[in-house]
């Protein structure tokens, strides 16, 4: 039996630090976006903007240049709901 253990923790796939690739709510990407800088929310940018103007539902607009769109890691889920709360992302390092 000891054999056999040593087999299974040998050939145990490793887990992803992004998530689970089966899981939309779990796997993680990598986007281009914008920071709303009362609330934090990041607006995900699906094309280049033709309009560079952000609406947040705090209430806030933020005008923005293309130098200060950034990429952020966020859910996938959030990415296709087109925001990210606070604390649900982190920006590339």
Known sequence: MKGL?????????KRNPFGDAKDPQRRFV????????RCGTVYFLKQDPQI???KCDC???TAFELD?????FAPE???????AL???WSEEK
């Open 59 to 61: 209430g806030e607009t």
């Open 86 to 88: 606070q604390g649900e």
């Open 5 to 13: 253990e040593s087999r299974r923790s040998r050939h145990t796939p």
């Open 52 to 54: 560079r103007r952000v």
């Open 30 to 37: 990598l986007r281009p976006g914008v920071e709303c800088p």
């Open 68 to 72: 200060q769109i950034k990429r952020y």
């Open 77 to 83: 889920a959030s990415f296709r709901c087109g925001y």
